[in-house]
């Protein structure tokens, strides 16, 4: 949603009248500063992805002639693609339950059990390798349906609600996979269609895997689903003010029950990704997935107050994330520095974020 | 989901009803630094047929995440107040559990390390471990004799755990460079080397996916890279991955420490070169029947020749014996593994 | 307006929490056309009567009628497709949709054809325009821009679009909580304009408000409401605003004025 024409804001323009009233000899600097200010104000808060996008162009530019012409070249580009898929699946999920308010720290969790479960049906069941998948999807469906149910019939907190179901499907993932790592070798034999997700295709140089193409795909269709459709408007109402919604008519449980299936069943896309890009099936991955993909939304822009944020905005923060590791990586920088530097960005966004709210 | 949820609650439930009934045996504490990972399970399992076989009562407990030194202090409490003669624990702070580690002593058990020093070392009454430093030193000379003359200009990729540099990260790393035949100077620090062999360094978090990244980076910045050191095996598999996608996988000798089954399996199919693997249900199994030993004569263990450890043995697992190397096969690693 | 037909009709409304009576056999008429204001003191079941008419709140007995047909709403949704719209003293906008978005809130348009059915594809150009011009009817395009986020909007803008919205889409009737509550006089001003606006497209509009001189502006008849009832329905010629707020508190019996109780 880009609307260039609401910078010539009511506020500005009663600004500009003071400063023409006051006759121009009075503290008109100061004046000027102000509006400057407050045409920045409304910038950003137009557009939300406007501040991430900023910072990721930036960070290109700094690391292109900090690291040299490797840094920009398509292979790496395409590297760091691949490097936040996993995240950027994941963020997308994350941001529909942020988007509503609340928040999902069970979304690695719930990556993980699907994966194991994707394995194990497949490797250990023996199950056509389309069925495992299938199955697993439905499993992360179904963990999202068990957060949704929690939230909205029980009314508890999302934070408590997935505090608990993080430890819940995380032992039932360890039980399920007895702590065992399937590897990489016996499922390229038994299911190699887990693995689709790790296979790439060239394009200038760049080296796209499916996995991440699905991520932009994910992407694209969840933008569609929350911009042109109804469902996505209740669900940055119900996020917003979910009385007003209430009474503009929007069955809010319903959509944040509707916001939790889905965010389970992405992160089942998440687990499919996972195992293409890691190889194996590991009961031990994905152990900080939930924090990261926050940090991506976070990041990119999403207000953790709900109803405000882009789903775009979680792509570019995930790519902010990845940017700074590849480069700082490449410069040979330490990596206490990367963690460092994606804490400063945390900070300065959800500043960002505070100030922007303010109308 | 209910149906699970409801089994797992059984059987949280059967444990915390078990440990009463047997009240008047040996009591001896295990607490790992988590239960989630396979060497921490196989290290109970060890545990547990031990103390079965010896008639003990062992009570286990494990921190919630690597470096959860909250729940550990806990659990030494618990084990003190129920009246335990002996501690096994695999610090997750070796610092940070020292003051309790001296409360379980002035309370008269006798408390061995596992896996880990503490720090200081003498802060427990024994240490078990795997003796680390080797165990990178041989994957270090292996992968020097391997490549023969090449060594000279080798392009190595150091994959380490996480930017803490605990003492098993640093151990393995300078170990490896060691055994490699470079000049690590400080051995208590990681990344001080000035040997332009070195491409670089990168953590792992010792998981696949942190492996690939990591690897992907590190190729980035030296595409010749030629010899990968890994902190364990899954960062091995996914360090794999990333040679794999480069289309690598032929010219680049990847080493790694552990010997659980999956890496065993990587050696076998040629993913990992090799291996020195560690033998965590030993190491259990040895502190209980040390703790054992305490409790019926008093006797408390000592260290390892040459060592202020009781090493609890490292072996090399690879499919390319070399001449003048102690190692054992794949085959035979099957038999050995863990996890 | 006494010969104009009844639009809205509540019958004996009761409605009890515990021990607290909140409708004690409460009536209401509603004519077609007419902008009635309800008042009463604080606790005198205003809000109930409201919530009865609305669907926010469901009466133990008693009945409603619309168009001289009983009827009984379970939800605000059933009120709303009865064709009866409210407005919410909390305003029930979300602040960062636009305009357009929140006038559509809850009943979005959607694409003809294949992207509607499939896609669910919304028709954005179709729900602008429709807002464009309604928002245009009732002198309210002084909006700059109708893809502004509510947020932004003034105070007395924000109940513009509020109203909009229910004017847009009542086919019977508004009914508007304390519209001018929070707003300045200028704000106030432009909003009771509003709502002569929205009398004259033909609704029937049911007005709460504390505000004596607006209330006496503006309505056409005065509904008293005291302790859970009805006790009168006054109009603005008849009597006074003393006398209104005298009746409403107890201070003066109803029948004592010489213009009656029920002056319908």
């Known amino acids: 949603m880009s609307q260039p024409d609401t910078l010539k804001t009511s506020q500005a323009a009663d600004h500009e009248l003071v400063a023409a009233a006051a006759g121009g000899n009075f503290a008109s600097f100061e004046v000027e500063k102000v509006a400057f200010k407050d045409k920045l104000h409304r910038f950003f808060h137009s557009h939300p992805t406007a501040a991430p996008t900023i910072v990721l162009l930036l960070a290109i530019l700094a690391f292109s002639s900090i690291v040299g012409e490797r840094f920009l070249q398509p292979f790496n580009m395409s590297l760091i693609l691949q490097q936040v898929t996993i995240i950027g699946i994941l963020g997308i999920a994350q941001t529909l339950i942020i988007l509503t308010a609340g928040i999902d720290l069970s979304v690695g969790a719930i990556m993980v059990l699907t994966s194991v479960v994707m394995g194990r049906m497949s490797i250990e069941v023996g199950l056509p390798p389309s069925a495992a998948l299938a199955i697993g999807l439905l499993v992360g469906a179904l963990a999202g349906f068990i957060n949704g149910q929690l939230v909205t019939r029980f009314r508890l907190p999302p934070f408590i609600v997935t505090l608990g179901t993080w430890n819940i499907f995380f032992a039932l993932n360890l039980w399920y996979s007895k702590s065992e790592t399937i590897r990489s070798q016996a499922i390229d034999q038994a299911a190699p269609l887990l693995h689709w997700t790790g296979k790439t295709v060239e394009l200038f140089g760049a080296k796209l895997s499916y996995g991440s193409l699905l991520m932009l795909a994910l992407f694209f269709i969840v933008w569609y689903a929350l911009n042109w459709t109804a469902w996505g408007r209740h669900v940055y109402a119900t996020g917003d003010d979910p009385a007003a919604a209430r009474l503009a008519g929007i069955r809010t449980d319903r959509v944040l029950l509707s916001v939790y299936v889905a965010a389970g069943f992405i992160c089942a896309i998440g687990a499919w990704a996972l195992i293409g890009r890691i190889g194996s099936v590991s009961p031990q991955a994905g152990m900080t997935a939930n924090l990261d993909s926050i940090t991506a939304v976070v990041i990119g822009g999403c207000s953790l107050f709900g109803g405000r944020g882009a789903i775009f905005g979680t792509l570019i923060g995930a790519l902010i994330v990845g940017v700074f590791r590849n480069g700082l990586a490449l410069a040979g920088v330490d990596v206490l520095w990367q963690e460092f530097t994606i804490g400063v960005l945390i900070i300065v966004a959800v500043g960002m974020d505070q100030w922007i709210r303010k109308v | 989901m209910k149906f699970k949820a409801g089994l797992l609650a059984l059987a949280v439930s059967a444990s915390l009803i078990s440990p009463l009934t047997l009240a008047d045996k040996v009591v001896v504490g295990l607490i790992t630094k988590t239960n989630t990972n396979p060497f921490f399970v196989k290290m109970r399992e060890g545990a547990q047929q031990q103390a079965d076989e010896l008639g003990m009562d062992l009570r286990t407990f494990s921190g919630r995440f690597d470096g959860d030194n909250e729940s550990q202090v806990q659990a030494i409490e618990n084990l003190i107040a129920s009246g335990a003669k002996g501690i096994l624990i695999a610090p997750s702070d070796p610092v940070a559990v020292v003051p309790a580690i001296d409360r379980a002593r002035e309370a008269g058990l006798l408390v061995i390390a596992l896996d880990t020093p503490l720090s200081p070392a003498d802060a427990a009454d024994a240490t078990f471990a795997t003796d680390n430093y080797k165990a990178g030193v041989l994957i270090g000379m292996w992968a020097a004799e391997q490549l023969g003359d090449k060594a000279a200009d080798a392009k190595i990729a150091m994959l380490n755990l996480n930017s803490s540099m605990i003492t098993v990260d640093v151990a393995r790393n300078q170990g490896f460079l060691e055994g490699f035949g470079i000049e690590v100077f400080d051995p208590n620090r990681i990344g001080d080397e000035n040997d332009p062999r070195i491409v670089g360094q990168d953590v792992t978090q010792g998981a696949e996916e942190g492996g690939r990244t990591a690897m992907e980076n590190l190729l980035q910045r030296e595409p010749g890279i030629n010899v990968v050191y890994t902190i364990n095996e899954p960062a091995a598999a996914g360090a794999y991955e990333a040679l794999k996608a480069a289309g690598r996988t032929d010219d680049v000798l990847i080493v790694s420490v552990d010997g659980g089954c999956p890496g065993v399996e990587n050696v076998r199919d040629g993913v990992i070169g090799a291996t020195s693997m560690q033998f965590p249900l030993r190491m259990a199994a040895m502190g209980v029947e040390a703790i054992y030993e305490f409790a019926n004569t008093g006797k408390k263990p000592d260290a390892s020749e040459g060592l202020d450890f009781v090493n609890t043995g490292v072996e090399l697992i690879t499919d390319q014996p070399l001449p003048g190397f102690d190692s054992k096969s794949s085959k035979d690693g099957m038999d050995l593994c863990w996890g | ?264």
């Open chain 3, 1 to 264: 307006m006494n010969n104009q037909k009844m639009v809205l009709e509540a019958r004996k409304l009761v409605k009890r929490y515990g021990h607290v009576t909140a409708l004690d056999g409460a009536d209401l008429e509603l004519h077609q056309g007419e902008i009635l204001a309800v008042i009463g003191d604080n606790g005198a079941g205003k809000s109930s009567l409201i919530k009865a008419l609305s669907g926010a709140l469901v009466p133990d007995s008693g009945e409603i009628l619309l168009d001289g047909v009983p009827i009984s709403f379970r939800s605000p949704m059933d009120a709303r497709n009865a064709g009866i719209e409210t407005v919410y003293q909390n305003l029930a906008v979300s602040p960062s949709l636009n305009i357009a978005d929140n006038l559509y809130l809850g009943r979005e348009k959607r694409r003809p054809g294949i992207l509607g059915s499939v896609f669910r594809m919304l028709d954005r150009k179709a729900m602008h325009d429709e807002a464009k011009q309604k928002l245009g009817e009732l002198g309210l395009l002084t909006i700059q821009n109708i893809n502004q986020a509510v947020e932004t909007l003034s105070g007395g803008q924000r109940q513009g679009v509020a109203v909009a919205r229910s004017a847009a889409f009542a086919r019977h009737v508004v009914i508007m909580d304390e519209p001018t509550a929070a707003l300045g006089v200028k704000e106030s001003r432009r909003v009771l304009n509003l709502i002569r606006d929205v009398r004259d497209k033909g609704l029937s509009v049911i007005l709460i408000s504390h505000n004596m001189p607006h209330v006496f502006e503006v309505a056409d008849r005065i509904h008293i409401h005291r302790l859970g009832q009805r006790i009168a329905v006054i109009k603005p010629d008849t009597h006074t605003m003393s006398e209104a707020v005298a009746i409403m508190t107890g201070a003066m019996a109803p029948d004592e004025h010489q213009a009656g109780a029920f002056a319908a």
